[in-house]
Every structure is written in C-alpha cells, then in structure tokens.
Nanobody
Framework: QVQLVESGGGLVQAGGSLRLSCAAS????????MGWYRQAPGKQREFVAA????????NYADFVKGRFTISRDNAKNTVFLQLNSLKPEDTAVYYC?????????????WGQGTGVTVSS
C-alpha cells in the first residue's frame, strides 16, 4: 500500500503563488510516477502534471504549461507542485496521485486532496 498526504493549499489572490507538497509512505519503492490532478466544483477530475520517479521526466496539461512546475525529492519521497500566476479558474481540490507497479499491474493511489482557492 501507498499513503499520500498533501499539504500547501490555501487562499491566494489572482497572480499569486502556492507550493503544494505530497509526501508518500508505505510501499514506495515500486512507484513509477507521481502526479497531480485537480477537481473543480461541478467538474470532473483532470490531469495537471506528472513526474517519473526515475529520470524525472515530466508531463503537463496544456492549460498549466509555463505556470506550474512539478518536481520531486526522492530522498524525502515527496513531490511538489509550484503554482505560479494563479487564476480564479485554477480554484479546485488538488489531488496527489501515485502509480505503482504491482506484479505487472499498475495501481493508482490517491491522497485526500488539498484545496486551492484563487480570488479575483
């Protein structure tokens, strides 16, 4: 099992910044990638960014390129999401995600989410 705990959400004005953190614990050695998704009120959960645990390859949703940056600290088993130039439409609950290889099957794990509210 993998446990994910997010932190760093909050209320910020448009144009501001936040840094989200996601600490992983448990069976972390077989985690292939970690990432962030978000879900705004009344909308489906959507992909934001991801990073591989080996090599550090990153992938971003088009709507956050140039504004958000995902990074990792493998020594601390933590992934970060730096949110810059925030817009009101970035308001959502941000969820940490981990993909773990369990005997050839990829299993998804989710954190409890951290709320981000951007005021105009």
């Amino acid at each position: 099992q993998v446990q994910l705990v997010e932190s760093g959400g909050g209320l910020v004005q448009a144009g501001g910044s936040l840094r989200l953190s996601c600490a992983a614990s448990g069976s972390i050695l077989s985690i292939n990638a970690m990432g962030w998704y978000r879900q705004a009120p009344g909308k489906q959960r959507e992909f934001v960014a991801a990073i591989t645990t080996s090599g550090g390859s990153t992938n971003y949703a088009d709507f956050v390129k140039g504004r958000f940056t995902i990074s990792r600290d493998n020594a601390k088993n933590t992934v970060f999401l730096q949110l810059n130039s925030l817009k009101p439409e970035d308001t959502a609950v941000y969820y940490c995600n981990a993909l773990r290889d369990v005997f050839g099957t990829v299993v998804n794990y989710w954190g409890q989410g951290t709320g981000v509210t951007v005021s105009s």
